[in-house]
Every structure is written in structure tokens, then in C-alpha cells.
């Protein structure tokens, strides 16, 4: 088959499969001055203690490194935004934990798009599934790819669709046509930077997760630093687990649609917890409640953490 051909087939069977985006890049070590800004915020310790960002850092500024035979990176997006969503009155959880852990999900589309690949190349192809345990830099490949543009909250912005996205790559060792990545369209606004309660986002573009709402209620062991949230808005619109504030003050996300993938639907059971009930909520609830969800990460302890700090009268 044809190159074009080849690439227009993978990405209408990618679309078949559920994905909300696809797009390919060559397979490359990752742009210069992309891996400087990458090894120098792993020196300031701004990965916090998520050890894992700075292991096996070559390999993740070049997939040349994981897999010696890829040609191209197939990158895809999965949308996650809910339909149905917590009350205001409601402690909150960050969209992409409302249903099943992605892993599962995304991993097995990933799986039938490899055998189509397979299929359609009449010969054995070589392909690596990558979900958040392969070391990748997610967000560049689906930029490279021209799937978005990386804001400056630094998730990936869809065009007309917004940043709800769970991102994945297939690494095959077939080449494809590559798209063009997008020029950044954050312009003058600062919306993100704005909203975020304890300015983990010190400058665009740039993260700190060691004030990162979202690194310190799930990844984080351990006491939470009170001073970081301490004038943050916790007591308002309190998350007990990950945070969507930057995501959801960004003016592209009102193109959000609700994702049609139903492992990501939350549970009545979920949508229906009170803060007094997450209060007195036991580890036989805790389990029930989130059996197969990507909330296991935070462990019951952290979880109970994290509701400590809500500050409510309820
Ligand atoms: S997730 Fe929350 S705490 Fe983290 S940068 Fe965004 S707004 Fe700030
Ligand atoms: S809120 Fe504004 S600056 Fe932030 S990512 Fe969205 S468009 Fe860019």
C-alpha cells in the first residue's frame, strides 16, 4: 500500500476505534531545545518526588533509545470530559478519575490498533503500546503529531475541543506521512496562570509540581504543606482528589463534548456521595467505590488526607 494511503487507513481505523484524534510523527529524538527546558526543570526538582519523570531520561528525550527499529509515532488522543458531573456542593474530583482507570481502556484500543496495522500491512509490523508506563513525553508527541498546541497550563488544547484528553502513542517501525505540528494560540491570555490557587504555574509553559494540587493529592506521600494551600481555594470548590482548576478557566474547553466512551462514566454510587459521607467513609466503601479506578493511586490514606484538609460546616 501506499504511504498516503497506508497513513489515511491507520487514521480512519483509529477513529473507528473510539479515538478522538490521531496524528503521526517521525519517529526522532525530541527537539533540542525541548530536552534542555526538560532536563533543567527535572534539575530545579520541579517533578517534586515523582521519581519516575527523571528515570530512564534518555530514553524519554529519544523513543529512538526505547525501540531502535521506530520509523513513526502514531499519537491519540481519547476524550474524558463527563457528562453528567459533581455538584458545586459536592467535594470534586478531577474529570479524568470520575470512571474506570484509563489504562486498561486506552491500552486495549491500542492493542486492536496495532493487529489492524498488522493487518492492513499484510507483513509482521513492529509496534509499542505506550500509556503513561512507557518513559514518553506525551504531550510533545501529540503536539509533533499536529494534534494541538501545548498551553500554557501545559496540557495539549484540541482545536474546537479542549484539553479533556487522555494522550497515548503507538510507536510503529513502518513510515508513514507526518503531520505538522500547531503554533501555540494561548496568545495574551493568561486565564490558567490566573486561576491556579497556589501558582504552581510560575511561569507559562512551566509547572511546578511541588504547588501542584494535582501532584499533592494523588502522587504526594505524606503531610501536605500547609502553606502552599493555605490561600488556595480549597475550602470553595474543594478537590480532595487532582484538580481541574487551569483546565476548566481555559476559553477552549467550552467546546468540551461529553466523551461517548462508557467505561468512563461515573457510577450513581459516586455522583451521590455528600461530604458527610466521604467524612465517615470506611476502606470497605473506599474499595467498593473505586474498584478498578484510577483513584487507587491515592490509597485510601491519602484520600482520607485530602478530605481532612476540606475545611466545610457540612
Ligand atoms: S492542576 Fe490546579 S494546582 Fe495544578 S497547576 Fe492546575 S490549577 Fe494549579
Ligand atoms: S487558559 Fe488561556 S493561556 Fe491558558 S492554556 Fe487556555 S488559552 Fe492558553
Redesign the pocket.
Known amino acids: 500500500m501506499v504511504i498516503s494511503d497506508f497513513t489515511r487507513e491507520i487514521k480512519s481505523e483509529a477513529e473507528r476505534l473510539g479515538f478522538s484524534a490521531c496524528g503521526i510523527a517521525k519517529a526522532e529524538a525530541v527537539e533540542a531545545k525541548v530536552a534542555d527546558k526538560y532536563r533543567k526543570w527535572i534539575d530545579e526538582g520541579k517533578n517534586a518526588d515523582m521519581a519516575y519523570l527523571q528515570n530512564n531520561l534518555e530514553k524519554r528525550l529519544n523513543p529512538l533509545l526505547l525501540m531502535p527499529e521506530a520509523k513513526s509515532i502514531i499519537s491519540l488522543a481519547l476524550n474524558y470530559y463527563p457528562e453528567r458531573k459533581l455538584g458545586d456542593d459536592q467535594y470534586q474530583f478531577a474529570y479524568y478519575a470520575y470512571g474506570q482507570d484509563y489504562h486498561d481502556v486506552i491500552k486495549s484500543k491500542l492493542f486492536q490498533l496495532s493487529s489492524s496495522i498488522q493487518e492492513m500491512a499484510g507483513t509482521p509490523v513492529i509496534t509499542k503500546p505506550c500509556v503513561d508506563t512507557v518513559p514518553m513525553l506525551d504531550r510533545y508527541w501529540a503536539w509533533k503529531a499536529g494534534l494541538g498546541w501545548i ?3 501545559t ?1 495539549l ?1 484540541i482545536p474546537h475541543s479542549g484539553s479533556f484528553f487522555f494522550l497515548a502513542e503507538l510507536i510503529v517501525d513502518i513510515e508513514l506521512e507526518y503531520d505538522a505540528p500547531m503554533p501555540s ?2 496568545g495574551t ?5 490566573d486561576a491556579c490557587p497556589t501558582h504552581a504555574l510560575e511561569t507559562p509553559y512551566t509547572i511546578n509540581a511541588n504547588r501542584c494540587l494535582s501532584y499533592l493529592t494523588i502522587e504526594h506521600r505524606g503531610d501536605i504543606d500547609q502553606h502552599i494551600t493555605h490561600d488556595s481555594e480549597l475550602t470553595t470548590l474543594p478537590y480532595v482528589y487532582g484538580c481541574d482548576r ?1 483546565q476548566l ?4 474547553n467550552r467546546f468540551a463534548q461529553p466523551t461517548s466512551v462508557k467505561e468512563f462514566t461515573p457510577t450513581e454510587a459516586f455522583l451521590s456521595m455528600r461530604p458527610s459521607d466521604w467524612k465517615s467513609l470506611t476502606v470497605e466503601q473506599y474499595r467498593t467505590l473505586f474498584k478498578g479506578s484510577a483513584v487507587k493511586r491515592a490509597k485510601y490514606e491519602g484520600l482520607i488526607r485530602n478530605i481532612s484538609l476540606v475545611n466545610d460546616t457540612e
Open positions: 498551553g500554557k497550563n496540557n488544547i494560540h494561548c491570555c493568561t486565564r490558567c496562570i487551569c478557566a481555559c476559553p477552549h
